[in-house]
């Protein structure tokens, strides 16, 4: 039987990363005034108006990750796939941190975004412990 940590390779958890990111992504550039009501629903007049704008600059900053994310399954070497997951890890941990504090603080409802990247965290964790692991044998 296939446990968690045998399967998830880095190419496959930056594949998965990818395909999260393109998903809020796309629909921040199709429904911007959708995702921002949903994040804030009291916010009004020109103060919604430009959390729209910010929302499309999200959503490209989101897509450029994709894009890098994507073009990084392809590396090669255990130290580097390490430094790289670890990256991730870190990275994943502190966004789905800062959203699960604005979640709970009642600034802004964001429980997609803190489920995503708290899933991202774990994947490129395990992927990391798993070269961890070969590197050590």
Not at 38 to 55: C, H, K, V, Y
Not at 75 to 97: D, W
């Amino acid at each position: 039987m296939a446990t968690l940590e045998g399967f998830m390779k880095p190419k496959i958890t930056l594949t998965i990363t990818a395909l999260i990111g393109l998903v809020f992504s796309s629909v921040m550039f199709i429904a911007p005034e959708f995702v921002t009501r949903e994040q804030f629903p009291n916010a009004e007049g020109q103060g919604f108006t430009d959390l729209i704008t910010l929302r499309y600059a999200i959503a490209s900053l989101i897509l450029a990750l994709v894009i890098i994310t994507y073009h990084l399954r392809n590396i090669e070497g255990r130290a580097f796939q390490a430094h790289v997951m670890r990256g991730y890890t870190l990275a994943f941990s502190v966004v789905c941190v800062t959203n699960l504090i604005l979640q709970v603080l009642g600034k802004i409802s964001a429980v997609p975004p803190t489920v995503a990247t708290g899933l991202i965290a774990i994947l490129s964790f395990v992927s990391w412990r798993n070269l961890a692991k070969i590197s050590e044998t």
